[in-house]
Protein backbone atom coordinates (compact mmCIF):
# COMPACT_ATOMS: atom_id res chain seq x y z
CA UNK A 1 0.00 0.00 0.00
CA UNK A 2 1.25 3.46 -0.50
CA UNK A 3 2.77 6.05 1.59
CA UNK A 4 0.18 8.44 2.79
CA UNK A 5 0.92 12.32 2.50
CA UNK A 6 -0.39 15.10 3.42
CA UNK A 7 -0.52 18.11 0.74
CA UNK A 8 0.29 21.67 1.90
CA UNK A 9 -1.90 24.46 -0.51
CA UNK A 10 0.37 27.81 -0.07
CA UNK A 11 -2.44 28.70 -2.71
CA UNK A 12 -5.09 28.46 0.04
CA UNK A 13 -3.59 28.90 3.48
CA UNK A 14 -1.37 31.29 5.20
CA UNK A 15 2.29 30.13 5.65
CA UNK A 16 2.17 30.28 9.17
CA UNK A 17 -1.12 28.47 9.95
CA UNK A 18 0.46 25.69 7.12
CA UNK A 19 3.41 25.26 9.74
CA UNK A 20 0.96 24.32 12.57
CA UNK A 21 -1.02 22.24 10.22
CA UNK A 22 1.98 20.07 8.86
CA UNK A 23 3.36 19.67 12.48
CA UNK A 24 -0.51 18.27 13.16
CA UNK A 25 -0.23 16.31 9.82
CA UNK A 26 2.97 14.51 11.16
CA UNK A 27 1.39 13.91 14.73
CA UNK A 28 -1.13 12.53 13.26
CA UNK A 29 0.46 9.86 11.08
CA UNK A 30 1.07 11.46 7.76
CA UNK A 31 3.99 9.75 6.09
CA UNK A 32 5.27 12.63 3.56
CA UNK A 33 4.63 16.51 2.62
CA UNK A 34 4.08 17.58 -0.76
CA UNK A 35 3.92 21.11 -1.42
CA UNK A 36 2.80 23.47 -4.42
CA UNK A 37 4.42 26.73 -5.68
CA UNK A 38 2.17 29.73 -6.64
CA UNK A 39 2.43 33.40 -7.15
CA UNK A 40 -1.08 33.62 -7.32
CA UNK A 41 -4.24 31.82 -5.64
CA UNK A 42 -6.47 30.17 -8.30
CA UNK A 43 -9.32 32.52 -7.06
CA UNK A 44 -9.29 35.43 -4.79
CA UNK A 45 -11.62 33.17 -2.54
CA UNK A 46 -8.37 30.77 -1.90
CA UNK A 47 -6.34 34.44 -1.40
CA UNK A 48 -3.17 33.04 -0.41
CA UNK A 49 0.47 32.68 -2.36
CA UNK A 50 3.35 31.63 -0.06
CA UNK A 51 7.02 31.34 -0.73
CA UNK A 52 7.11 27.83 -0.97
CA UNK A 53 10.94 27.57 -0.80
CA UNK A 54 10.86 29.82 2.06
CA UNK A 55 8.30 27.76 3.75
CA UNK A 56 9.90 24.44 2.92
CA UNK A 57 12.82 25.33 5.05
CA UNK A 58 10.99 26.20 8.57
CA UNK A 59 8.86 22.97 7.55
CA UNK A 60 11.34 20.66 7.35
CA UNK A 61 13.42 21.89 10.65
CA UNK A 62 9.95 21.49 12.82
CA UNK A 63 9.99 18.16 11.36
CA UNK A 64 11.32 14.47 10.30
CA UNK A 65 9.13 13.50 6.82
CA UNK A 66 10.22 13.85 3.59
CA UNK A 67 8.97 16.72 1.37
CA UNK A 68 8.86 17.63 -2.02
CA UNK A 69 7.92 20.42 -4.29
CA UNK A 70 6.90 21.31 -7.56
CA UNK A 71 9.26 23.85 -9.24
CA UNK A 72 8.55 25.21 -12.62
CA UNK A 73 11.80 26.75 -14.04
CA UNK A 74 12.95 28.84 -17.31
CA UNK A 75 10.36 31.83 -16.89
CA UNK A 76 9.91 33.40 -12.97
CA UNK A 77 12.60 30.95 -11.79
CA UNK A 78 15.81 30.91 -13.40
CA UNK A 79 17.18 27.07 -13.41
CA UNK A 80 20.51 28.10 -11.70
CA UNK A 81 18.31 29.83 -8.92
CA UNK A 82 16.37 26.95 -8.72
CA UNK A 83 19.67 24.33 -8.29
CA UNK A 84 20.38 26.54 -6.00
CA UNK A 85 17.03 26.54 -3.68
CA UNK A 86 17.28 22.97 -4.31
CA UNK A 87 20.61 22.01 -3.59
CA UNK A 88 19.92 24.21 0.02
CA UNK A 89 17.46 22.44 0.99
CA UNK A 90 18.81 18.56 0.35
CA UNK A 91 21.74 19.97 2.06
CA UNK A 92 20.50 20.87 5.07
CA UNK A 93 18.00 17.75 5.12
CA UNK A 94 19.44 15.30 3.29
CA UNK A 95 17.68 12.50 1.80
CA UNK A 96 14.29 14.19 2.74
CA UNK A 97 13.71 16.32 -0.09
CA UNK A 98 12.70 16.05 -3.87
CA UNK A 99 11.46 18.67 -6.46
CA UNK A 100 9.34 17.95 -8.92
CA UNK A 101 10.01 20.07 -12.69
CA UNK A 102 7.19 21.20 -14.82
CA UNK A 103 6.76 23.52 -17.77
CA UNK A 104 4.67 25.96 -15.57
CA UNK A 105 0.92 27.91 -15.31
CA UNK A 106 0.49 31.09 -16.89
CA UNK A 107 -1.38 32.43 -13.79
CA UNK A 108 2.00 32.13 -11.61
CA UNK A 109 4.51 32.97 -14.84
CA UNK A 110 3.34 36.23 -16.44
CA UNK A 111 4.73 38.13 -13.32
CA UNK A 112 7.80 38.00 -15.39
CA UNK A 113 6.24 40.18 -18.15
CA UNK A 114 7.80 37.63 -20.62
CA UNK A 115 5.42 36.24 -23.45
CA UNK A 116 3.56 32.91 -22.06
CA UNK A 117 5.50 30.63 -24.90
CA UNK A 118 2.93 27.26 -26.78
CA UNK A 119 3.74 23.76 -24.90
CA UNK A 120 5.90 22.65 -27.00
CA UNK A 121 8.25 25.61 -26.45
CA UNK A 122 7.39 25.24 -22.45
CA UNK A 123 8.63 21.74 -22.73
CA UNK A 124 11.65 22.36 -25.02
CA UNK A 125 12.60 24.92 -22.32
CA UNK A 126 11.75 22.84 -19.22
CA UNK A 127 14.29 20.07 -21.02
CA UNK A 128 17.12 22.76 -21.49
CA UNK A 129 16.63 23.46 -17.36
CA UNK A 130 16.75 20.02 -16.72
CA UNK A 131 20.45 19.70 -17.94
CA UNK A 132 21.11 23.02 -16.48
CA UNK A 133 19.90 21.76 -12.83
CA UNK A 134 21.73 18.55 -13.02
CA UNK A 135 25.07 20.00 -14.21
CA UNK A 136 24.68 22.57 -11.51
CA UNK A 137 24.04 19.80 -8.99
CA UNK A 138 26.74 17.85 -9.97
CA UNK A 139 29.09 20.70 -9.50
CA UNK A 140 29.79 21.42 -12.95
CA UNK A 141 30.46 25.32 -14.85
CA UNK A 142 27.57 25.93 -16.39
CA UNK A 143 27.13 28.38 -19.66
CA UNK A 144 24.73 28.37 -22.08
CA UNK A 145 22.42 29.78 -24.50
CA UNK A 146 18.95 28.14 -25.57
CA UNK A 147 15.60 29.15 -24.76
CA UNK A 148 17.29 29.88 -21.52
CA UNK A 149 20.54 32.01 -20.60
CA UNK A 150 22.93 30.65 -18.25
CA UNK A 151 26.92 32.36 -17.82
CA UNK A 152 29.13 30.75 -15.56
CA UNK A 153 26.88 29.32 -12.95
CA UNK A 154 28.47 27.39 -10.51
CA UNK A 155 27.08 25.73 -6.57
CA UNK A 156 29.49 26.41 -4.59
CA UNK A 157 27.21 24.88 -1.80
CA UNK A 158 25.69 21.26 -2.67
CA UNK A 159 24.97 18.53 -0.86
CA UNK A 160 26.66 15.39 -0.90
CA UNK A 161 23.93 13.67 -3.26
CA UNK A 162 21.42 15.79 -5.86
CA UNK A 163 17.75 14.85 -4.66
CA UNK A 164 15.57 13.32 -6.94
CA UNK A 165 14.28 15.63 -9.68
CA UNK A 166 11.02 14.20 -10.76
CA UNK A 167 8.79 15.08 -13.66
CA UNK A 168 5.03 16.64 -13.61
CA UNK A 169 2.46 14.77 -16.15
CA UNK A 170 -1.20 15.20 -16.54
CA UNK A 171 -1.13 13.11 -20.16
CA UNK A 172 0.20 9.84 -20.91
CA UNK A 173 2.30 11.99 -23.77
CA UNK A 174 4.06 14.14 -21.50
CA UNK A 175 4.59 11.42 -18.86
CA UNK A 176 6.65 9.30 -21.89
CA UNK A 177 8.29 12.53 -22.93
CA UNK A 178 9.21 12.45 -19.36
CA UNK A 179 10.67 9.30 -18.54
CA UNK A 180 14.03 9.29 -20.17
CA UNK A 181 15.43 12.58 -18.44
CA UNK A 182 13.02 12.33 -14.88
CA UNK A 183 14.15 10.24 -11.64
CA UNK A 184 10.22 9.25 -10.94
CA UNK A 185 6.33 10.74 -11.75
CA UNK A 186 4.29 12.84 -10.30
CA UNK A 187 0.92 13.30 -11.38
CA UNK A 188 -2.66 14.37 -10.37
CA UNK A 189 -6.14 12.12 -9.98
CA UNK A 190 -8.04 11.53 -12.54
CA UNK A 191 -10.27 8.47 -13.87
CA UNK A 192 -8.60 5.20 -12.93
CA UNK A 193 -8.34 4.31 -16.66
CA UNK A 194 -6.63 7.60 -17.63
CA UNK A 195 -3.96 7.32 -14.38
CA UNK A 196 -3.20 3.61 -15.84
CA UNK A 197 -2.60 5.65 -19.58
CA UNK A 198 0.18 7.92 -17.55
CA UNK A 199 1.71 5.61 -15.54
CA UNK A 200 1.85 3.02 -18.52
CA UNK A 201 3.36 5.74 -20.82
CA UNK A 202 6.02 6.70 -18.37
CA UNK A 203 6.60 2.80 -17.48
CA UNK A 204 7.25 2.10 -21.50
CA UNK A 205 9.29 4.75 -22.38
CA UNK A 206 12.04 4.13 -19.92
CA UNK A 207 9.80 4.78 -16.40
CA UNK A 208 9.94 1.42 -15.37
CA UNK A 209 11.06 0.99 -12.24
CA UNK A 210 11.23 4.96 -10.61
CA UNK A 211 8.93 6.06 -8.37
CA UNK A 212 5.65 7.25 -9.12
CA UNK A 213 3.45 9.54 -6.63
CA UNK A 214 -0.07 11.00 -7.28
CA UNK A 215 -1.86 14.11 -5.49
CA UNK A 216 -5.41 13.51 -5.47
CA UNK A 217 -8.33 16.68 -4.56
CA UNK A 218 -10.89 15.69 -1.69
CA UNK A 219 -13.10 17.26 0.64
CA UNK A 220 -14.51 15.68 4.11
CA UNK A 221 -16.66 16.92 6.12
CA UNK A 222 -18.71 15.25 8.62
CA UNK A 223 -21.93 15.72 6.43
CA UNK A 224 -21.85 15.18 2.38
CA UNK A 225 -23.51 18.74 2.32
CA UNK A 226 -20.91 20.34 3.42
CA UNK A 227 -18.56 18.19 2.52
CA UNK A 228 -19.63 19.54 -1.29
CA UNK A 229 -20.00 23.45 0.26
CA UNK A 230 -16.68 23.57 0.88
CA UNK A 231 -15.52 21.70 -2.72
CA UNK A 232 -17.74 23.87 -4.27
CA UNK A 233 -16.50 27.70 -2.46
CA UNK A 234 -12.73 26.76 -2.69
CA UNK A 235 -11.87 24.61 -5.68
CA UNK A 236 -14.82 25.53 -8.39
CA UNK A 237 -11.73 27.24 -10.52
CA UNK A 238 -9.59 24.39 -10.58
CA UNK A 239 -12.24 22.25 -12.58
CA UNK A 240 -10.56 23.19 -16.39
CA UNK A 241 -8.53 20.79 -17.95
CA UNK A 242 -5.63 21.74 -19.87
CA UNK A 243 -4.83 24.18 -21.56
CA UNK A 244 -7.14 26.34 -20.41
CA UNK A 245 -5.70 25.61 -16.77
CA UNK A 246 -2.12 26.63 -18.04
CA UNK A 247 -3.38 29.61 -20.41
CA UNK A 248 -5.45 31.85 -18.02
CA UNK A 249 -3.06 34.84 -16.14
CA UNK A 250 -5.09 36.37 -13.86
CA UNK A 251 -7.35 35.05 -10.62
CA UNK A 252 -10.22 37.17 -11.88
CA UNK A 253 -9.78 35.24 -15.42
CA UNK A 254 -10.29 31.97 -13.07
CA UNK A 255 -13.16 33.43 -11.21
CA UNK A 256 -15.03 34.88 -14.19
CA UNK A 257 -14.65 31.49 -16.14
CA UNK A 258 -15.79 29.43 -12.88
CA UNK A 259 -18.89 31.25 -12.94
CA UNK A 260 -21.04 29.13 -14.08
CA UNK A 261 -19.91 25.68 -12.48
CA UNK A 262 -22.35 23.60 -10.36
CA UNK A 263 -21.67 21.85 -6.83
CA UNK A 264 -22.31 18.56 -8.26
CA UNK A 265 -19.46 19.60 -11.02
CA UNK A 266 -17.07 19.15 -8.67
CA UNK A 267 -17.35 15.59 -8.43
CA UNK A 268 -15.31 14.53 -11.63
CA UNK A 269 -12.45 16.54 -10.07
CA UNK A 270 -12.46 16.40 -6.64
CA UNK A 271 -13.45 12.71 -4.16
CA UNK A 272 -16.26 14.44 -1.79
CA UNK A 273 -17.39 12.19 0.23
CA UNK A 274 -17.80 12.07 4.60
CA UNK A 275 -17.57 8.17 4.27
CA UNK A 276 -14.25 8.09 5.48
CA UNK A 277 -14.64 4.20 4.63
CA UNK A 278 -14.65 5.46 0.96
CA UNK A 279 -11.75 7.72 1.42
CA UNK A 280 -9.56 4.59 2.47
CA UNK A 281 -10.57 2.58 -0.36
CA UNK A 282 -9.76 5.30 -2.86
CA UNK A 283 -6.54 5.48 -1.17
CA UNK A 284 -5.79 1.42 -1.87
CA UNK A 285 -6.97 1.36 -5.11
CA UNK A 286 -4.47 4.13 -6.21
CA UNK A 287 -1.94 2.05 -4.97
CA UNK A 288 -3.00 -0.99 -6.84
CA UNK A 289 -2.26 1.40 -9.79
CA UNK A 290 1.61 1.21 -8.79
CA UNK A 291 1.78 4.81 -7.24
CA UNK A 292 3.78 4.49 -3.87
CA UNK A 293 2.83 7.50 -2.48
CA UNK A 294 -0.14 9.51 -2.87
CA UNK A 295 -0.71 12.71 -1.15
CA UNK A 296 -3.80 14.29 -0.17
CA UNK A 297 -5.11 17.70 -0.50
CA UNK A 298 -8.36 18.82 1.39
CA UNK A 299 -9.21 21.28 -0.83
CA UNK A 300 -10.89 23.34 2.22
CA UNK A 301 -9.22 25.93 4.29
CA UNK A 302 -9.81 23.93 7.66
CA UNK A 303 -7.41 21.61 7.84
CA UNK A 304 -7.69 20.44 11.48
CA UNK A 305 -10.98 18.22 11.30
CA UNK A 306 -9.55 16.63 7.74
CA UNK A 307 -5.99 15.74 9.53
CA UNK A 308 -7.82 14.22 13.10
CA UNK A 309 -10.26 12.34 10.87
CA UNK A 310 -7.88 11.21 8.53
CA UNK A 311 -5.33 10.21 11.49
CA UNK A 312 -7.75 8.40 13.59
CA UNK A 313 -10.19 6.35 10.78
CA UNK A 314 -7.58 6.10 7.46
CA UNK A 315 -4.13 6.00 7.84
CA UNK A 316 -4.16 2.99 10.58
CA UNK A 317 -5.81 1.28 7.77
CA UNK A 318 -2.64 2.07 5.17
CA UNK A 319 0.34 -0.28 5.36
CA UNK A 320 2.37 2.36 4.60
CA UNK A 321 5.87 1.21 2.15
CA UNK A 322 7.60 2.89 -0.07
CA UNK A 323 7.87 2.23 -3.58
Known sequence: ??????????????????????????????????????????????????????????????????????????????????????????????????????????????????????????????????????????????????????????????????????????????????????DGLVTVGQAPDALRQVVDAFRSNGGDGKPLAVQIHVSWAPDQDEALSIAHDQWRTNVYSPPLCWDLATVEEFDEAAKYVRPEDLRANVLVSADLARHAQHLHELGELGFGTVYVHHVGKDQSRFIDAFGEHVLPAMTAVTA
Not at 55 to 73: E, K
Not at 153 to 173: D, G, I
Request: negative net charge.
Open 1 to 182: MPVVGWHASHEQIPPSRLLADVRHAEQAGFGAVWSSDHFAPWSARQGESGFSFAWLGAAMATTALPFGVVCAPGQRYHPAVAAQAVATLEEMFPGRFAVALGSGENVNEHVTGERWPDKATRNARLRECVDVIRALLDGDEVTHRGLVTVDRARLWTRPPQPPPLYATAVSPQTAGWAAEWA
